[in-house]
């Protein structure tokens, strides 16, 4: 049934708890869920914007926790959404949860409200979190959760929210972060943490290894089926060569997420960003780094900053010279070629462009380097390279595709 957002509270607390869970089929296969992409732009500005104020707000989170405050910003929704189908309950009802590799608690009651089960048990904690654009209070429950008809996850912790902000056109968000980032998101178990969805799949035998491989193929369309995700292992078929790993650094705040080491050449010997600390992020839309390296990227390829987008600009002539962006890490480097690093020319009219415009998807992070947290991967990155967050190892890994050198945009 489902239960109005202003007596959820009260019906959590005394709904009655009958039929228990049904056992989990063991699986112990990697288990695959479709990754879908959509646009969801309300301002020009919208897209540098949101990864801007999300950038903050992981600063934020690491050094004061989940109740650190809100950061501000004129948006309203998400900039671009990656989201899988999920369902919660028995008989479970479906969700579009967003993929969050920057948050670790699962959550929904966005637009689609939580419905209660007989597999709903309430814990009688309250559980809040904010994001860059974005929060969401409610009860946090124990329900069964299928990812797949073969692996139900048994008493997996969802916020049942009863009020959220930032996230029209989705349901909640399935957090893949570390389990850490869970830690102060329950009142009163303030010092408890949460087991990921991830966690819990290995813990209950449903997938061979506490890992996540996942997959984007670049697209210029503005609503597609374009990934992949893959709990407990990786798909062979979406890369190419070996999956080259790093660890997770110790530099703090990028430690608290899949943080790694990481610098960044323009062509030959142009120096972008010296080795430092930053995160893969599937949250975050574009390549953010620290605002000197974000000069320095400016002054390489002639770029100017675009008035109407945010994004930075540059001519056709510019973009015949424009040169590989490298990126190394863990002794191996990562080519972002010139083509890698435009916007797709058939969506510029949705970020306040102008079509055959020529924008980049290198920003500005907001911040000086030095700060521990300097760039941040996002998926204008992960469309090119094969990714894997190896929780046991903590470990990131990457690895080439079929598009890494596509001439997609």
């Known amino acids: 049934m489902t239960i109005p957002r202003r007596s959820l509270l009260s019906t959590l607390l005394f709904f009655a708890l009958g039929v228990a869970a049904n056992p989990a089929v063991i699986n112990q296969s990697p288990i695959k869920l479709a990754l879908f992409r959509q646009h969801n732009f309300t301002s020009a500005h919208n897209l540098v914007t949101h990864d801007q104020a999300r950038a903050q707000q992981l600063k934020n989170r690491a050094s004061k926790g989940n109740a650190g405050v809100l950061v501000n910003t004129p948006i309203t929704n998400q900039a671009v959404t990656y989201t899988a189908s999920v369902g919660v309950g028995n008989p479970p009802t479906t969700y579009s949860l967003l993929i969050d590799t920057g948050s670790s608690n699962t959550w929904v009651g966005a637009d689609k409200r939580y419905q209660i089960s007989t597999t709903t048990r309430p814990t009688l904690n309250l559980v809040t979190v904010t994001y860059g654009s974005g929060s969401f209070k409610g009860l946090e429950v124990t329900d069964s ?36 980032l869970t830690e102060d998101t329950l009142f009163p178990a303030t010092s408890a943490t949460v087991s990921t969805v991830t966690d819990n799949l290995f813990s209950q035998g449903l997938i061979p290894a506490n ?39 110790s530099t703090s705040p990028a430690s608290n997420y899949w943080g790694i080491n990481q610098s960044i050449r323009y062509g030959s010997s142009t120096n972008i960003l010296s080795t430092t ?65 435009l916007f797709p020319r058939s969506l510029n009219t949705l970020i306040g462009g102008t079509a055959g415009k020529i924008y980049l998807i290198v920003a500005n992070l907001g911040s000086p380097s030095g700060q521990g947290l300097d760039f941040i991967n996002g998926y204008a990155f992960l469309e090119r390279f094969y990714s894997v967050f190896d929780t046991t190892n903590k470990r990131v890994g990457f690895a080439t595709t079929a598009y890494t050198t596509a001439t997609t945009n």
């Open 277 to 341: 600390a930053g995160i893969v992020d599937t949250g975050t839309t574009l390549i953010l780094i620290a605002s000197d390296a974000f000069s320095r990227y400016m002054s390489a390829t002639g770029a100017v900053p675009d008035s109407n987008t945010g994004l930075l600009r540059i001519t056709t002539a510019q973009y015949a010279n424009l040169q590989s962006l490298y990126f190394t890490t863990g002794g191996v480097t990562y080519t972002l070629t010139a083509n890698a690093q």
């Open 211 to 249: 890992q996540v491989g996942i997959y984007f193929a670049p697209t210029t369309q503005q609503s597609v089926q374009n990934g992949e995700l893959t709990y407990g292992g990786t798909d062979s078929t979406k890369y190419t060569g070996t999956i080259s790993y790093t660890p997770v650094t």
């Open 145 to 180: 959760l299928t990812i797949s008809p073969n692996a139900v996850i048994k008493s997996q912790s969802i916020g049942a929210a009863f009020t959220s902000q930032g996230f029209n056109g989705v349901d909640g968000i399935l957090g893949i972060g570390p389990v850490d």
